[in-house]
């Protein structure tokens, strides 16, 4: 069982940044590859990155390529997305993702999820 706490979100202007933590429970934390999705009014959740459980392959969304960066602490219990260049169509719910095995892009395949953290993003 994993359980994962985002925090980190708020409210940016258009072009600014954030940094969201997600703080995972358990001893085997550095067994899992975790993920970043969001979720917009009225839309699907959706793949935004993904890393391996070492952090050495990581993936990205292509909106989001070259903006946000994904990391990950393995001492800490702890995997990062920095945001930069915000955009409003940025604006969502963003979960932290927990599965076993390669990185998934599909929400229907994640073993577990955070409760969520919103960014605002204004224009």
């Known amino acids: 069982q994993v359980q994962l706490v985002e925090s980190g979100g708020g409210l940016v202007q258009a072009g600014g940044s954030l940094r969201l933590s997600c703080a995972a429970s358990g001893r085997t934390f550095s067994s899992y590859t975790m993920g970043w999705f969001r979720q917009a009014p009225g839309r699907g959740r959706e793949f935004v990155a993904g890393?391996?459980?070492?952090?050495?392959?990581?993936s990205y969304a292509d909106s989001e390529e070259g903006r946000f960066t994904i990391s990950r602490d393995n001492a800490k219990n702890t995997v990062y997305l920095q945001m930069n260049s915000l955009k409003p169509e940025d604006m969502a719910v963003y979960y932290c993702a927990a599965n076993k095995g390669v990185i998934r892009r599909a929400p229907g395949a994640v073993d577990y999820w955070g409760q969520g953290t919103q960014v605002t993003v204004s224009a």
């Open positions: 890393t391996s459980w070492s952090g050495g392959t990581t």
